[in-house]
């Protein structure tokens, strides 16, 4: 999860306009969640995965990793939909008589679930495209942009911001209490570990404060206001996109 | 430069817990001048910055900004803050947003600008703290130092007349030290009243006009550096330690290559200046 946010701002895609970006992944998302033949996914996950290595860069490696994170889960929820038990043994594929009872699979489940598994596998490509272009701090801005409620851009650009605060202090006091063989032995372990989050659970009070008071002196009255950064316009990249939408939207209807 | 801008009046303040941070406070800020604040670990100097824009409320005495008291009502605070800005001990409670770009724009926008001026600004003070390069880089990826950098840009694009700096130094490498001393210089020049806090003697003794010495809640001593440093019961009281530039000179006036009378040297120059002196009227004797 902290590699996605570092290629985030590292890969080859972060000049472009964070909008376009956005538009892509979201439209890419919606036509292969809405397709009834498993042509659209397929396409959209080579799309996907063209432009994460080829396009932004990123390497092949990395997003085959990302996207096995999903795939055991995905692979146990697919495999209850594909299997079905039942006490008479017809219209099974393939089945396996376990005392009295068949156990196995029908054809159109595992159609049912291999389309599922494309079609997910497929939608996550476009979020991981998404999260692995565009800081976070741009989609928030693209999401205010899009007129999503101040209370939630807001937390989610403080709660963004935090992690990271929290997460190095948690590292640093780790950090501390193992080279003071704090983790030798389990009991110590169980020891450290509670001293950790109760360090923590202290600091994030004092913290919290600390930025409020820090914000009212820079002029905070209620609302975070800040600059999104100005990026180019491509109307190439328009282009592209309803270039590459367009055929895909065909083959859903065409599909139908 | 006598007229007084910020002055605190004894000020008492305790935290929650029942610590006395500030027992009893008098400090005089005048404007365009260049105070530092020196004191030890706890002594209650972040906390007294915290009372210069209301943002804690002193428990007796006042706050006066102009000569007058200033209020704690919600539109005399903005007005305040746009003319007394702060930067924070540590930049980690400071930034708030992980966009470099979007937390300095923060202070200025709050100021009702408008956008073009806001850019402005925020290029200014990127350039000024030398975290242009910095701007596309998240906070989380930054060094201490530069983080505190970027949070020195916070505050400086919102233009403040009166700038206090906790610590500003503390973290930055003597590159990014000096180079942030000539930064304070050229604010200087250009009017800003500067106050910061510092366990540096030196830079203290050579930077400010004025230094104000705490100890334990209490404001012991202020005065010109030359003054303050020349009171020895004040520097073992307060912890501190001599500059090494008075340091060296006592020691030169003590064997005698130095006459007694002669004034303090301010600066490397100063002092190095007058031993070169020094040496060309051995010569000439001989
Ligand atoms: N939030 C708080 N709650 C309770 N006590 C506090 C709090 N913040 C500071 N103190 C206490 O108030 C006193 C003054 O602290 P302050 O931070 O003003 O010192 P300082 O002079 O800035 O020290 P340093 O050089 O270490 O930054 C200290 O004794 C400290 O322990
Ligand atoms: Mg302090």
Redesign the pocket.
Known sequence: MINIDTYAYSNRLKTVHPTEKFLFAMITLVVCLTSPALITPLSVLALMAAGIIIKAGIPGRFFVKLMLVPLSFLLLSVLTIAFSVSTSPAGFWLAQNIAGLTVGIRLPDLVTAVHLLIKSLGAVSCLYFLALTTPMTEIISVLSRMRTPVIITELMALIYRFIFVFMEMATTIRRAQSSRLGYVSTKSSFRSMSGLFSALFGKVF?KS?ELFDTMEARGYTGEIKVLAKKYPVNLKNYLVLTALEIPLILLNLLGR | MSEVILEAVDIKFS???G?N??RKVNLEVKKGEKLAIL????????????HFNGIYRPDAGSIKYRGQDISYGKRALIELRKKVGIVF?DPDSQLFSASVWQDISFGPLNLGLGEEVVVDRVKQAMSDTETTDLQDKPTHLLSYGQKKRVSIAGVLAMEPEVIIF??PTAWLDPRHGREFMELLEKLSQEGKTIII?T?DVDLAYSWSDRIAV?YS?ELIASGEPGEVFLQPDIISRADLLLPWLLEMHRELVQKGWLPPSGPLPKTREDLFGSIAAKRERRLSVL
């Open positions: 004092l404060r | 935290y929650p817990d610590t941070a500030l004191g030890s670990n706890g002594a209650g100097k972040s906390t007294l910055f915290l001990q906790d610590e806090s366990h705490m809640g």
